[in-house]
């Protein structure tokens, strides 16, 4: 009797555990097709994301909230350069049926701040502040709830930095409005220090873009100082030769002549040689162009052969490609046209550097031509006409040094790469992509705590 009763008691137990059994199997397996979901962000080509589409619909199938799969795939697509289909996936994960999800509509209000959509970004936005206030089981934990009130103020302040339209200026400021009188005690408490947090990261930025100018500025000067001095050397050697000439010079006509004439030999040859570079430099700028344009076309061309030799697995299920000669072809060509790019822009630099080389030696000469000239009107009173080429070549000078009297603005890479920044929702919002992606794969590699 007794063993009989053990018996029974063994099989109640089996039949109240398999369930149990079933459901941690089944919990194991949707973390399984949400970590192969997140990997496909690894993957490179044309066919990662229809390959992304494949995992998604299999971890959606096995969970039984397809809201943070949809979620995770809406970061995959980011990480695929896929930002329109991401923001879709994002914006149905966060406002679905089965309830507010805060970590999608965060990702999606970031997307349309990006994209500089302000109306909806600032419709997205108000939609999380009405979460915080009246759904706020929509979080898992006080702190994450506590957390985007934060989040909140640092989105509303970035926009208002990044709109400069009249419109868009009140749209924002309105919804600041709305926000610090809808959100109670705590909530508004942690809204404030974001959107404090934002004003005190742009005060930085722009002490950090205006320092980076001002070194640019000062660098600059620097340099056209250093210019002016050289240009201050090369006179006060003209002004040591022509003092040679003139206690080496018997007949100052006879000198004269001569030296007008050497000097026309030598400019007319540096304005032969100068000609001569600028052909060769607009030649060279046609053959960038040109074969920039070439690239594009061939790469066009490699694109449409590789879609259709997807579209052929895809509609026969085979691996066969089409036109791999083609392809094949496409590719050298594609890298000959490459090398030429490069060497036509090492030519134009080069040709660059010659041209302005000859005209550092017509200035000279010239400042040699015109002491000369000074010396010779001095001595026997006679005006010498300045011929076309030399008011050619003076007004080339006249050009440069105007140039180089204009006041440094500092504008160099890095100057404008941080004006750029300034307006650019990342600045402002920190927001990692990959980060986020490595984070749920870590929670999809953890199974849920006993209880849970």
Known sequence: ????????????????????????????????????????????????????????????????????????????????????EALAEFQEAALSDKGLYPPALRAAVFLQLTGHDWKTAADLTRRLG?????????????????????????????????????????????????????????????????????????TELTAKAEAVRQDAVDTEGEKNEAVRKEVLTAKQKVVAQRENLK????????????????FGKELGKLEKDWNSLDTRRQSLEKSIVLTQQEIVLMQQQLDRINSQNNNRRNNNGTGATFGLDLVQTYNVQLGQRQASLIQYQFDWNRTNT?????????????????SAIADYQQRTGQLVDQDG????????LAKQAAELDEPPTGQNAQTRSMQQKLKTVGAYVLWDWEAERQRLLKEAATPPLTGE
């Open 389 to 396: 080429q030399l008011d050619k070549w003076n007004g080339r």
């Open 1 to 84: 009797m007794h063993r009989l009763w053990f018996c029974l008691l063994i099989l109640g137990t089996v039949d109240a555990l398999g369930p149990m059994v079933a459901a941690e199997e089944s919990s194991d397996a949707a973390r399984a097709a949400q970590r192969r979901l997140l990997e496909s962000a690894d993957q490179r080509g044309q066919s990662a994301p229809a390959e992304a589409r494949k995992r998604f619909d299999s971890a959606s199938a096995l969970a039984d909230d397809d809201r943070p799969a949809r979620y995770a795939y809406g970061v995959v697509l980011v990480r695929l350069h896929k930002a329109k």
């Open 247 to 262: 206690a080496a010079a018997g007949d100052w006509k006879k000198l004269y002549d001569d030296q007008m004439a050497e």
């Open 354 to 370: 010659q041209q302005n080389q000859a005209q550092q030696q017509a200035a000279g000469l010239l400042n040699q031509r015109q």
């Open 130 to 202: 009405d979460a915080l206030v009246n759904a706020p089981d929509a979080w898992d934990t006080d702190a994450e709830w506590s957390a985007d009130a934060r989040w909140l103020g640092e989105t509303v302040s970035a926009a208002q930095w990044l709109v400069s339209t009249a419109g868009d200026v009140k749209l924002w400021a309105d919804v600041d409005q709305q926000l610090r009188t809808a959100l109670p005690g705590d909530l508004r408490t942690e809204y404030v220090a974001g959107f404090d947090i934002v004003v005190q990261r742009h």
